[in-house]
């Protein structure tokens, strides 16, 4: 028989005593439609309930007139809920899905909420496994969020469906706005789903920050270990150092107490340096205002550039053939304040030189030391005019003879160059190379550093010379045999001393290639000190610093005053010590004796 009930919902079954909990007819069912349930006499039984909206509808187990026990209530929307049913009520474990979100959660229910331990998968396959607080994840869990590539992971409290409380984050590969990248570990507080409070950021390059959140971000007093060796410890505002350095500055000292005598000069750019002396370089992290910012472990680069020379060469097709050689071998030039450009130059802080070894410029200077005196040299002519004339023209066609035969030993210099080259790559030293510093305090320092001699066929040097001998050949070209004759007459009186001078030159050219060998090269270089920190810390890297160096050789005065320190051999004194050896010898064995 068919039951009216209230607000014309009908019940389908037997009728016993006034209520619907008997055995049914016919069973309404999915499955079987029409088909005859065999529920047992008087106690629970099965049947199915369709509301008047006909929007729900229930199948399953009733007592007293309720769905109580197993069943499911299904929607018009395709959303159900399977599980237990207590007093009319969803109580108990069961399973509910969403259809409008494709969701299916399962767990316990307290009066159809989901309330208690559960479990929801998510659509993309995203899961939360914990407990639930009247439809909202509260209290502790485990989110596992599925991305593209990878899985983001958060184990943790909950408060409201939100991260609140203790928990820790393992972060997907997409990049957040906050950062964060795959592998990232934040272990500490949460607020409201921020990180918030005292925590710790485990990167995944290695870098570790442990100290406050506010807003998702560092903020606070924190430390900062970098990957880079760089450790930053004070205090953060919106995610970076309250105050970071921004640039570099050099400070320089020569180590020549002479030096130091003298005025400082007007251009603080510009220092000098002394060949076999030693100079000190220190370096320091400022800000924008120029204070020290105590950053440690900043990896700093210290290297020396000299100026460079654009390739000469007369044929062509051999410059073009260079120019790719050298873009594969050479460094590429580094721009400077100056207005050219430099390439590395080699410096060391591991020479070891005595007083005898630092030139003095008496030696290069004195002219009795020169293979020619150009005392002993002929007087001055004399004669008449006529035999003036006729010297002073053989004196030019000599002159230009000269010049030619010149040129011509020029050339033939240069080929026979070649073997002495060789040998020299083999007699000139190389030293190892400095090492970079990390900061302590903002501060590194490098002492007794010095410029070695030049590598064998260091480019800029051949170059340098080659444009100066181009330039002296167009001269000399330029000048005519006109000019040659005007100006004979002057050079005829200097020409006995020009030809010692270029002597002397000559011997002088000699002792400075020796030098060189030994010593750096006379002439202007280019300190550089940059901020080579891998990776950059926070993704920047400081502004590097110039410094232009003089060459020179060593003034007079240190040369003697070091000799004055480190006094020469005194025989005397050696001999009178062996002397007193003897006597204590003889003494001892006349005591044996006796």
């Not at 899961?127 to 990878?150: A, P, V």
């Not at 949460?190 to 990180?195: C, H, I, T």
């Not at 008449?384 to 030619?404: A, C, L, R």
């Amino acid at each position: 028989m068919e039951l009216k009930l209230f607000r014309s919902n009908t019940y389908a079954g037997e009728k016993f005593r006034d209520k619907r909990n008997a055995r049914p007819l016919r069973q309404i069912s999915e499955r079987k439609e029409h088909s005859v349930n065999p529920f047992p006499k008087r106690g629970s039984g099965h049947g199915i309930y369709q509301y008047e909206n006909k929007y729900f509808r229930y199948e399953g187990q009733w007592r007293n007139g309720t769905k109580h026990g197993h069943g499911k209530l299904q929607m018009a929307d395709g959303s159900y809920y399977e599980g237990t049913f207590s007093n009319g009520e969803i109580d108990g474990k069961g399973m509910r899905f969403f259809s409008q979100t494709g969701s299916k959660y399962t767990g316990q229910f307290v009066k159809g909420e989901l309330h208690g331990r559960g479990t929801m998968v998510y659509t993309d396959g995203s899961m939360y496994e914990g407990e639930w607080y009247r439809n909202r994840k509260h209290g502790y869990g485990i989110m596992k969020t599925l991305g593209s590539n990878s899985s983001e992971v958060y184990e943790g409290s909950y408060d409201k469906n939100m991260k609140h409380g203790v928990g820790t984050m393992m972060y997907a590969k997409k990049i957040r706005s906050d950062g964060c990248r795959n592998g990232d570990r934040y272990e500490g507080m949460w607020v409201n789903d921020m990180r918030e409070g005292r925590g710790i950021l485990y990167s995944n390059d290695g870098s570790v920050y442990e100290g406050n959140f506010q807003g998702d971000s560092f903020s606070g007093r924190g430390v900062m270990h970098h990957i880079s060796g760089l450790i930053y410890d004070g205090l953060w505002v919106n995610g970076f150092p309250e105050i970071m350095a921004t640039k570099l500055k050099i400070s320089f000292d020569n180590n020549s107490e002479i030096d130091k005598k003298k005025k400082s000069p007007k251009d603080k750019t510009k220092v000098s340096i002394f060949q076999g002396i030693g100079f000190t370089v220190s370096v320091e992290c400022l800000n924008e205002s120029n204070r020290v910012i105590l950053d440690q472990g900043r990896e700093i680069r210290l290297t020396v550039g000299f100026r460079y020379y654009p390739p000469v060469s007369d044929n062509e097709k051999e410059d073009a053939l260079f120019d790719m050689i050298e873009d594969d071998v050479e460094e590429k030039p580094i721009e400077t304040p100056f207005g050219y450009s430099v390439v590395p130059y080699p410096i060391t802080d591991q020479i070891n030189f005595s007083v005898e070894d630092i030139p003095d410029d008496d030696e290069q200077d004195d002219p009795s030391k020169s293979p020619t005196d150009p005392s002993q040299g002929p007087t001055a002519e004399s004669g008449d005019e006529s035999s003036d004339e006729k010297q002073e023209n053989t004196e030019n066609d000599k002159e230009e003879n000269s010049e030619e035969k010149d040129e011509e030993d020029k050339a033939e210099g240069d080929e026979n160059d070649e073997s002495p080259d060789m040998e020299k790559e083999n007699t000139v030293p190389q030293f190892p190379p400095i090492t970079t510093l990390r900061t302590k305090d903002g501060l590194c320092k490098w002492d007794d550093l010095h410029l070695t001699p030049a590598p064998p066929k260091y480019r800029p040097f051949e170059r340098m010379e080659e444009q100066e001998r181009l330039k002296s050949q167009s001269k000399n070209r330029s000048r005519s045999k006109a000019d040659i004759r005007e100006q004979g007459s002057r050079r005829r009186s200097s020409i006995k001393n020009t030809t010692h001078s270029s002597m002397f030159d000559k011997f002088r050219m000699k002792k400075q290639k020796a030098l060189e060998e030994k010593f750096a090269k006379l002439g202007e270089y280019v300190l550089i000190v940059e901020d080579v920190t891998n990776p950059p810390f926070m993704n920047r890297r400081l502004e590097p610093d110039f410094l232009l160096m003089k060459l020179k050789q060593p003034p007079k005065e240190f040369k003697r005053e070091s000799k004055k320190d480190h006094p020469g051999w005194d025989t005397s004194s050696h001999i009178k010590a062996s002397m007193r050896v003897k006597e204590d010898e003889m003494l001892s064995k006349k005591h044996l004796k006796d």
